[in-house]
């Protein structure tokens, strides 16, 4: 035999140390009866179908959201776990959208593609009347007073009413008893609505929003004097509270650690335009068949895993950062929070800062070669950012490990999120009996460690820690504008309260996350569109010379610097194991 060269014996070294038992998690009796009954008897197509289709839409503060909740405490006390079903707040008034259907009924017939807000009035049965455009002078909104049957069909933003004309105009529109208003919007209609409502101030208006190429048809036909005739039919309705609202969990309770936890959930809420199958059905549906996988396959894990459901999470994560705020007492033995809530696509990885590697590697190896048409695998970063999209971002607030998964497949999260498209025929079945194998083994390893994830430098540099995040002073509920704070951007550029944000250079935003990530990406000038009443305006806020900014030309100077000097550093010679490799439960 020839003598083992260097580079191969560093290779020999790296292989040995990747599948030496010791090192790596073993696929033990109960992960292999996890992946066996995932893969034979698997029903997670089951959960998202009733949720999407029996259910339905599930909006924070809607009795479908309260049945899906009882429903899945139901679903958990059924596997044998121990359930909870607790409120983190409640609402003056709640919301239930039944159903939306209208269109063109003359001069010919045509279904359209729309929504409304949430908490939104709907109207009293089938509801049908001519439409006019948008008036360009007073006196062609005179003309609207004289018929109350009207639905009024706004024009494109470049050809409406400008300046002052508009103003008065849309002060005239807004005393009209009109059926209600139709705006145009693009080819993905997406649903949002301001939940910060009083009974006895309920909005009245009827407003509703039309997929973009309908909408240009109806502006084109009305524009050629044509008589056209629209019927809608919005089974929308108010009811008074409070409104309580639910998170619900489910323990499969631990063997040695019961009062250490390893979570795994998603948020249950949605809104209400389609049937919130991505958005979250999936992360529920795989966080559901996770849970019965393990007590099917008489899981007995060191430490307790926990099933969460939050809700309240499309308003701005309100039903994590509530149990985060209700339970301080857990937090500190809380060893990892796993967030599925991007669609679809199957789960493919976990990252983290360096002292997570080694477990995550561990705890995950069972998937590395599990499947593969579903490659997984873990990536070092330089720490979790505590500011996040979902309700991973809840717990990272208060130091706790809280990983969102990712996704990679073939389906785009875009296309649904928040859209008509979030229906369940839009869902990959595969990717999902998949992901809850994925969700069901990682639990399982990371609730087997003797010890809790390393919190070492868990969250990174943000713009919320060094100075470089621009902030507009404003308080916000979703996209609206609740108080303006003095001194701040948005008081210099004359904002007010209730004014509605749109759009941030162009780009349409639907949640204050939104705005927050546009607002903070590119160049110092942002221009932002706003809905202030019924007139849209467009605004800039100029960071050019703000704190912020200064903060981030010296963060860009640093990290050049670091940059510069790590590539000047020699190569480093190939290390016999290398540190990363995970070890064994300690």
Known sequence: ?????????????????????????????????????????????????????????????????????????????????VTFMEPWGEWPVGFDRRFMRGGMVAPARSDYVFTTPSWTPGTPGPTRGRAMLEPLTLAEADLLAADPRVWLVRRPRNEGPKGDDKKAIDERVAELPLLGELRGTGELVHTSGNHNI?????????????????????????????????????DQRFVRGPIPLYNVWADLVGSE???????????????????????NGTGVAT???????????????????????????EQGLLGSEGWVRDHKDVLPRISAVLVHDAGTNYLSGLAGPAALIPDLKWATSPLFELDERFPFNVRQNEGLAAFGASDHAS???QGVPGLFWAQDG???????????????????????????????????????????????????????????????????EDT?????????????????????????????VATRRDIS??????????????????????????????PSEEAREKAKAKAELEKAAEAAKPAEPAAAAPAEVAPPPR
């Not at 007590?295 to 309240?312: E, Q, V, Y």
């Not at 990406?521 to 569109?529: A, M, N, T």
Request: glycine share 8%; hydrophobic share 35%.
């Open 395 to 397: 717990f990272l607030q």
């Open 480 to 508: 609206t504008v609740t108080s303006v704070s003095a001194g701040g951007m948005a008081e210099s550029a004359g904002w007010k309260e209730g004014d509605v944000i749109l759009a941030v250079d162009g780009a349409e």
């Open 410 to 476: 073939e389906t785009s999260y875009d296309y649904v999120h928040h859209t008509q498209h979030d229906v369940f025929e839009n869902a990959r079945q595969d990717y999902q009996r998949h992901s809850s194998i994925v969700v069901a083994v990682t639990a399982y390893n990371l609730a087997s460690l003797d010890h809790l994830l390393d919190r070492t430098n868990l969250l990174r540099a943000t713009p919320q820690r060094d100075g470089t995040r621009r902030t507009m002073g404003v308080q916000l």
């Open 287 to 313: 966080t559901m068949e996770a849970a019965r996988l393990l007590a099917a396959a008489g899981a007995k894990p060191r430490r307790t895993i926990r099933f969460m459901l939050w809700s309240g999470e």
């Open 517 to 546: 990530t546009k607002v903070n990406e590119g160049g110092p000038r942002k221009v932002i569109r706003i809905r202030r009443g019924t007139e849209t305006i467009e605004s800039v806020l100029d960071y050019t010379g703000t």
């Open 1 to 81: 035999m020839s003598p083992i060269r260097p580079p191969q014996a560093a290779l020999a070294a790296v292989l040995f140390w990747f599948t030496a038992p010791s090192l790596l998690a073993q696929r033990d009796a109960t992960v292999e009866r996890v992946i066996e009954l995932g893969r034979s008897d698997n029903r997670v197509e089951q959960h998202l179908d009733y949720l999407s289709r029996v259910i339905g839409h599930r909006l924070t503060s809607s009795s479908n959201l309260t049945r899906a909740c009882e429903w899945a405490k139901a679903q958990f006390e059924g596997y044998g776990l």
């Open 257 to 279: 650690k019961p009062d250490e936890y390893v979570i795994a959930g998603g948020h249950i809420d949605t809104w209400d335009g389609a049937q919130g199958a991505q958005d």
């Open 198 to 234: 009083k009974w006895d101030k309920l909005p009245t208006r009827v407003k509703i929003t039309l997929r973009k190429d309908q909408h240009a048809d109806l502006v084109q036909r009305l524009k050629e004097n044509q008589s056209v005739e629209l019927e809608f039919d919005l």
